[in-house]
């Protein structure tokens, strides 16, 4: 007999959606006595479990081998995800989930992770297509991630109070649009990265500076140390009494906060460049600036953009929290502190969604512009080939 | 010319050659936590104009360091060097020297044309001349269609060939040469040596060259320094009379052998030296 190798996942997925057609989908109205939906009542919902039976079933034989195997997974967990969402809102099953319903969400669960899996263990040398492998692994994941909150809050019938479903806070993400444009515009635009431009380019030219200096050099770094650690909370309110209410006191913030990584990563980044390459230098009579301009600024990039990466998240957080501490009546910090005391905790989600994904764009882009200037360095390499 | 120099010349040269190089009791110790190191002891040599000069000898024995302390690149700790008649320091700043280093060096973030042009970057040519003789260099050490890759696309002989053509670019007198073809195999070997020999017999260039290779050092030399280490000196300098447009031929013949073979023993008796 010839030993086949079971898809342990895609068993586990047909298993798990074959109970769900059996045990109950939703529990009991406590008013009425009587289950809430059957899995009989909604065809739809029927067919995806029958499909996840019969996609499972098929793929522990044959294994998920290709990317169109995956593809053909995921096609069946988007329907499933679609007839699950619809469930719980169209057939009242939100709040009374039973475990039919949940052991159909595990059966997705199954599918999702060996896709996943499958497609981001693909090589190929054609650039686009690994590119929207590389694209889809993440997106698939988060989606996913966002389809688990939404269920589990809504299916266990969560108190929105404690934790919207994602749904909710991307509505009020879309009909307050006008505010959170006015918060972001005032947050970040304004605030942030004024603070980071200001920050870190104050640090970067005082960096060249001090690389002349040598006790400053050393001196440096405990001092930096000793500023990263002052807490933001603190330092927020002065500055609010120095700069005022508006823009300028939370950049001011920012530029305390970003100044030291700053300074710090150039310092070491100036100092980065090999001794061999000094001494080639040397042996064209190189200067001063022209040294700095030809060698060491280009060793001292990836240095400068760790700092740049690090900055960019602290220069948000620092516009966000600095904003606790008086404010115009806008901006992303205000709107949560305020929102809270309103119990909008949708609203204080959808800035939390808002500052999130204005921290990776902001984060990205740099990354983004790293990969352009320093792709010559070794962690850059490996899948240019 | 200082006349210090002149009154040297005429004093000391048997032909008009000038003396390139010029040292005298160099001795370099360097001081390590585990004592001091003689890098250098008693060292006293004469390249002139025109001269190639081979230093061959044990790892360890100073032919590094001598050939830094040349171009300025280490501090001698006693006696005399003169650069040209001036200090290695002001040769250094006229830009007297094309350094091959031991390891390529070549700078990452910039393409192997790019890294060629770098010291004519230095000394303000313009990018036409820049890019002519970029090319020009890169085609001596065959790399030609390579300029636009970058080095770590490059293998590592490919990287020391670009390395020399990048010390050949800007046409400096004196060639300093570490090892520069230690990476390399046979055949690129015997093709560089031939065309440094041709570069050398056209141009008039000073070459000093550190070598492994006793065949090496013999067929392109008009002297061999032999070296030996703890503490490191010179312990033999061997004149050799061949033409500068010697071709391979000549590794075959006696004078060639006997050459050689002097080599050897020199070598052979600052090894036994350190048992
Ligand atoms: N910067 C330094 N500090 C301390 N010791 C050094 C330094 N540079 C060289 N030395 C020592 O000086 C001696 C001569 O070194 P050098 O590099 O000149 O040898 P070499 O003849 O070039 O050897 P190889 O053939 O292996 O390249 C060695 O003993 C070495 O350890
Ligand atoms: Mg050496």
Same mark, same amino acid.
């Given at each position: 007999m010839t030993q086949v190798k079971l898809d342990k996942f895609c068993l586990v997925a047909a298993v798990a959606a074959l109970l769900a057609l059996i045990f109950?989908?939703?529990?009991?109205?406590?008013?009425?006595?009587?289950?809430?939906?059957?899995?009989?009542?909604?065809?739809?919902?029927?067919?995806?479990?029958?499909?996840?039976?019969?996609?499972?079933?098929?793929?522990?034989?044959?294994?998920?081998?290709?990317?169109?195997?995956?593809?053909?997974?995921?096609?069946?967990?988007?329907?499933?995800?679609?007839?699950?969402?619809?469930?719980?809102?169209?057939?009242?099953?939100?709040?009374?989930?039973?475990?039919?319903?949940?052991?159909?969400?595990?059966?997705?669960?199954?599918?999702?992770?060996?896709?996943?899996?499958?497609?981001?263990?693909?090589?190929?040398?054609?650039?686009?297509?690994?590119?929207?492998?590389?694209?889809?692994?993440?997106?698939?994941?988060?989606?996913?991630?966002?389809?688990?909150?939404?269920?589990?809050?809504?299916?266990?019938?969560?108190?929105?109070?404690?934790?919207?479903?994602?749904?909710?806070?991307?509505?009020?993400?879309?009909?307050?649009?006008?505010?959170?444009?006015?918060?972001?515009?005032?947050?970040?635009?304004k605030a942030a990265l004024s603070g980071y431009v200001m920050g870190c380019g104050s640090a970067f030219l005082v960096a060249i500076a001090v690389d002349r200096v040598p006790f400053l050099k050393r001196g440096l770094l405990p001092l930096g140390n000793m500023v990263s650690a002052l807490p933001?909370?603190?330092?927020?309110?002065?500055?609010?009494?120095?700069?005022?209410?508006?823009?300028?006191?939370?950049?001011?913030?920012?530029?305390?906060?970003?100044?030291?990584?700053?300074?710090?990563?150039?310092?070491?980044?100036?100092?980065?460049?090999?001794?061999?390459?000094?001494?080639?230098?040397?042996?064209?009579?190189?200067?001063?600036?022209?040294?700095?301009?030809?060698?060491?600024?280009?060793?001292?990039?990836?240095?400068?953009f760790n700092a740049l990466k690090i900055n960019s998240t602290l220069a948000l957080i620092g516009a966000i929290v600095a904003e606790f501490f008086g404010t115009p009546i806008v901006g992303m910090g205000f709107r949560i502190s305020t929102e809270v005391g309103r119990m909008n905790i949708d609203m204080v989600w959808a800035e939390i969604a808002l500052a999130a994904l204005a921290g990776t764009a902001f984060y990205g882009a740099v990354a983004y512009v790293e990969r352009k200037a320093t792709s010559w360095h070794p962690s850059f390499r490996v899948r240019r080939h | 010319m200082t006349l210090k120099q002149v009154v040297d010349n005429v004093a000391e040269?048997?032909?008009?050659?000038?003396?390139?190089?010029?040292?005298?009791?160099?001795?370099?110790?360097?001081?390590?936590?585990?004592?001091?190191?003689?890098?250098?002891?008693?060292?006293? &040599?004469?390249?002139?104009? $025109?001269?190639?000069? *081979?230093?061959? @000898?044990? #790892?360890?024995?100073?032919?590094?360091?001598?050939?830094?302390?040349?171009?300025? &690149?280490?501090?001698?700790? $006693?006696?005399?060097? *003169?650069?040209? @008649?001036? #200090?290695?320091?002001?040769?250094?700043?006229?830009?007297?020297?094309?350094?091959?280093?031991?390891?390529?060096?070549?700078?990452?973030?910039?393409?192997?044309?790019?890294n060629v042009t770098l010291p004519l970057e230095i000394m303000d040519l313009s990018k036409e001349e820049r890019i002519k003789r970029a090319h020009d260099a890169l085609k001596l050490v065959e790399l030609n269609g390579f300029e636009k890759k970058f080095p770590w696309q490059l293998s590592g002989g490919m990287q020391q060939r670009a390395s020399i053509a990048r010390a050949l670019s800007f046409d400096a007198d004196l060639l300093l040469m570490d090892e520069p073809f230690g990476?390399?195999?046979?055949?690129?070997?015997?093709?560089?040596?031939?065309?440094?020999?041709?570069?050398?017999?056209?141009?008039?260039?000073?070459?000093?060259?550190?070598?492994?290779?006793?065949?090496e050092a013999v067929y392109l030399s008009s002297k061999i320094v032999v070296m030996s280490p703890r503490p490191g000196r010179i312990i033999d300098v061997i004149e050799t009379k061949f033409p500068k447009d010697r071709t391979l031929d000549i590794r075959e013949t006696p004078e060639f052998l006997e050459i050689a073979h002097r080599v050897r023993e020199g070598l052979r008796a600052g090894h036994s030296n350190d048992e």
């Open positions: 109950p989908l939703a529990g009991v109205d406590g008013d009425t006595g009587k289950q809430v939906a059957f899995v009989g009542d909604i065809p739809g919902l029927a067919i995806a479990m029958a499909l996840c039976v019969i996609a499972g079933a098929a793929f522990t034989w044959i294994g998920v081998r290709t990317i169109f195997h995956a593809g053909i997974l995921l096609a069946v967990v988007i329907f499933g995800g679609w007839q699950a969402v619809d469930a719980l809102y169209e057939y009242g099953v939100a709040g009374y989930a039973g475990l039919g319903f949940w052991l159909f969400i595990i059966s997705l669960w199954a599918f999702v992770w060996r896709a996943i899996d499958v497609i981001a263990n693909y090589h190929s040398l054609e650039t686009v297509k690994q590119q929207s492998a590389n694209i889809l692994v993440p997106v698939a994941f988060g989606v996913w991630l966002l389809f688990v909150w939404e269920v589990v809050v809504s299916g266990f019938g969560v108190p929105q109070v404690l934790l919207p479903p994602p749904s909710m806070i991307g509505e009020r993400f879309v009909s307050s649009m006008d505010t959170m444009a006015a918060d972001f515009y005032q947050t970040f635009v933001i909370i603190g330092v927020a309110p002065i500055m609010v009494m120095w700069f005022g209410f508006d823009w300028q006191s939370k950049a001011a913030v920012i530029v305390i906060m970003t100044f030291f990584p700053m300074l710090v990563n150039t310092v070491t980044g100036l100092n980065a460049a090999g001794k061999l390459e000094k001494d080639l230098m040397a042996t064209y009579a190189s200067g001063y600036w022209s040294t700095l301009f030809r060698l060491r600024l280009p060793a001292a990039m990836p240095f400068v | 040269m048997p032909a008009s050659k000038k003396a390139v190089v010029d040292v005298k009791d160099l001795s370099l110790t360097f001081q390590t936590t585990d004592g001091p190191v003689y890098a250098l002891s008693e060292v006293n &040599l004469t390249i002139e104009e $025109g001269d190639f000069v *081979s230093f061959i @000898g044990p #790892s360890g024995c100073g032919k590094t360091t001598l050939l830094r302390v040349i171009a300025d &690149l280490e501090k001698a700790t $006693g006696g005399e060097i *003169s650069i040209n @008649g001036v #200090s290695p320091e002001d040769a250094r700043q006229a830009r007297a020297y094309g350094y091959v280093f031991q390891a390529p060096a070549l700078l990452p973030w910039r393409s192997i044309e790019s990476a390399l195999d046979e055949i690129v070997r015997d093709h560089l040596n031939e065309q440094l020999l041709k570069l050398w017999a056209r141009t008039n260039k000073t070459v000093a060259f550190v070598t492994h290779s006793i065949p």
